[in-house]
Nanobody
């Protein structure tokens, strides 16, 4: 069982930056592949970025490539999402998720953190 708690959301002006954190419980954090998703108002939840267990493989949605960076610190049981050059369309609730392997659906989800980008 893994529990995930996101933090770092807030209100920022367009062009600004935020760093989201997702703290995971348990001593096997390094065994899990991690991902970030977001749900904009009135829309479905969408993939943002993912990171392999080792941190060696990353994937990004086209809409955030070159602006967002996912990373992890296994010693701190934490995954991060650095968001730069934010746009109003990045406004959403951001969720982190964990899974034991990239070949299955995400098994664990956090409660989400709100990011609002003003124009």
């Amino acid at each position: 069982q893994v529990q995930l708690v996101e933090s770092g959301g807030g209100l920022v002006q367009a062009g600004g930056s935020l760093r989201l954190s997702c703290a995971a419980s348990g001593r096997t954090f390094g065994n899990y592949a991690m991902g970030w998703f977001r749900r904009a108002p009135g829309k479905e939840r969408k993939f943002v970025a993912s990171l392999s267990n080792s941190g060696g493989t990353t994937n990004y949605a086209d809409s955030v490539k070159g602006r967002f960076t996912i990373s992890r610190d296994n010693a701190k049981n934490t995954v991060y999402l650095q968001m730069n050059r934010l746009k109003p369309e990045d406004t959403a609730v951001y969720y982190c998720a964990a899974r034991r392997t990239a070949y299955i659906a995400y098994e664990y989800w956090g409660q989400g953190t709100q990011v609002t980008v003003s124009s």
